[in-house]
């Protein structure tokens, strides 16, 4: 008998984006250029005196030529500044820190590893599936919404309102902590740029890789995403080769923002590839998407919008009828019930309460991304007892925080590809690492200098060189694969990206094991 059992589709993407944000959690999004080795055991640390850690200078940032000391360039600019960096290189201050923002577990640490930490895992899975309901049900069908009602192309609504709404949780909980922890607060560049090879790289590859067809892409877009990511990041790079920034260099990122605001709205419908070799669409499909005026008048937004929509349930409290939903009907009711109560269903005659679903949904979003932070701080403390190194950024919570965004980046990325948009996958997320560099830590900056008399603020500029350099290589390998592959985002292409970004992890943690040394 020849067996017709085969696995779910809608299974398959869910493991593959759960994979994808545990991997972004532990080593993708976060890679630092330190090793601190600080803990051997975390239960002793805890309950040691200050006194017992006298604050030392790294010697793993690069040092000046002259001078016995070999004093290290951040060190330096921190002896004159104020810097969110400042209580990084003490142990003790860096485990105070965590145990006063984040309050203790239920569990011992020996509780913990007795096979109680399986419990925290759990909780980081649910909290995943919280946040891939409300992007599913709610925020991305909001999105099709705006595109309807503003008329905008959909690589417009990708770079802005859908880059916006899974940005925002991290800034505003950044800041925060700029405001109530601003003497042991931790900020770095690094985080920056290794979200911007995580989503550039690893979450568009992933949607290449599968998206239900091959999806076409806009070289105009593409490029004006791509050239205003590069002229806020080479700003950025010049602001901080001193070690510091100034309220003014802060200013002027924000203005770049502005800029690219505003030159964004220009449309130009243009898709780069060939007549005829739009594989993306169907037979019988509207294709006034891509500029083809001999459609018979078919309306491009509407298109557009139901795309988003298609397929798409009403998020219901209806009793399940087989007992396997409805065990899932139970151990999910926590998360649906609020959703249910809070969110207008924009699938139905309640579409005109699009914005308040669309501004809600990030506020849930934001709840789910702190559920996340929460659940995995309480369960690190675990791994650090294992003596599971600080190169895979578990005892980082607070620069760990910019790699939990990208899991609800991955998370909207991964069902709009299934929806056959490819160019909103692209721009969100090239949109969304130029909010946070242009405008978010800017922000940051200017609130952390003017809580100290507007002086500027020290920032660790530690490995920024040679990182910034192999981001420059990673990117323009992924520039020319796209157009190699003719602004098709197929599944080589994902393959082709994915593999990069390989290369960019691999490459970066040689160099935080100074096996590759960067000779600046």
Not at 54 to 67: A, I, R
Not at 131 to 154: H, N, R, T, Y
Not at 158 to 163: C, I, N, T
Not at 490 to 510: A, E, N
């Amino acid at each position: 008998m020849v067996s017709t059992r085969h696995r779910s589709p809608q299974l398959i993407v869910f493991a593959v984006v759960f994979l994808g944000t545990l991997h972004n959690w532990i080593v993708g999004a976060e890679l630092t250029f330190t090793l601190p080795h600080i803990i051997d055991d975390f239960e002793k640390t805890t309950d040691r005196s200050m006194e017992e850690f006298p604050v030392q200078h790294s010697t793993y940032s690069t040092p000046y030529k002259e001078g016995p000391e070999h004093k290290s360039l951040f060190l330096d600019a921190i002896d004159d500044h104020p810097s969110p960096e400042t209580s990084i290189s003490n142990p003790a201050t860096r485990v105070q820190r965590i145990n006063t923002i984040y309050s203790s577990d239920l569990f011992s640490i020996q509780d913990r590893i007795q096979g109680w930490v399986a419990l925290h895992i759990f909780g980081m899975i649910y909290v995943f599936v919280a946040l891939l309901i409300v992007c599913d049900q709610f925020f991305v069908p909001s999105l099709g919404v705006i595109m309807e009602k503003l008329a905008i192309s959909d690589d417009v609504v990708g770079a802005s309102f859908m880059a916006t709404g899974t940005a925002v949780p991290w800034f505003i909980t950044k800041l925060i902590q700029v405001l109530y922890y601003h003497d042991s607060l931790t900020v770095n560049i690094n985080p920056t740029i290794g979200s911007t090879a995580f989503k550039m790289l690893f979450v568009v590859g992933t949607c290449a890789m599968f998206s239900a067809k091959v999806l076409p892409l806009r070289c105009w877009s593409f490029f004006r995403d791509l050239s205003f990511y590069m002229l806020g990041f080479i700003q950025l790079i010049i602001f901080l080769l001193d070690g510091v920034v100034t309220w003014c260099e802060s200013a002027i990122l924000c203005s770049i923002y502005l800029l690219f605001v505003t030159f964004k709205t220009t449309p130009q419908p243009q898709v780069c590839i060939p007549e005829g070799e739009n594989d993306a669409q169907d037979p019988g499909e509207c294709d006034e998407e891509y500029g083809n005026e001999n459609n018979g008048g078919c309306n491009e937004k509407k298109f557009v919008e139901s795309k988003l929509l298609q397929g798409a349930t009403s998020l219901s409290l209806r009793w399940p009828d087989k007992w396997q939903e409805r065990a899932a009907y139970i151990i999910l009711l926590p998360i649906i019930l609020p959703l249910w109560l809070t969110l207008p269903n924009v699938h139905s005659q309640v579409r005109k309460f699009f914005v308040l679903t669309y501004l809600a949904s990030i506020v849930w979003i934001g709840i789910f991304y702190l559920g996340c932070v929460y659940v995995f701080i309480l369960s690190k403390q675990y791994f650090c007892i294992l003596k599971v190194d600080e190169t895979f950024g578990l005892m980082g919570p607070m620069t760990f925080m910019g790699a939990l965004l990208s899991s609800s980046d991955f998370i909207s990325s991964l069902i709009v590809a299934r929806k056959g948009l490819g160019d909103m996958v692209v721009s969100s997320n090239l949109g969304s690492n130029i909010l946070t560099m242009t405008l978010f830590l800017p922000v940051e900056w200017f609130v952390f200098s003017a809580i100290h008399g507007f002086s500027p603020v020290g920032i660790s500029n530690e490995g920024l060189f040679c990182v910034s350099i192999l981001l420059f290589v990673v990117l323009l390998a992924a520039v020319i694969s796209i157009i190699s592959f003719k602004w098709k985002m197929k599944k080589l292409l994902g393959l082709t990206l994915v593999l990069l970004y390989l290369i960019f992890v691999v490459i970066s943690i040689l160099m935080m094991f100074q096996i590759i040394m960067c000779p600046v």
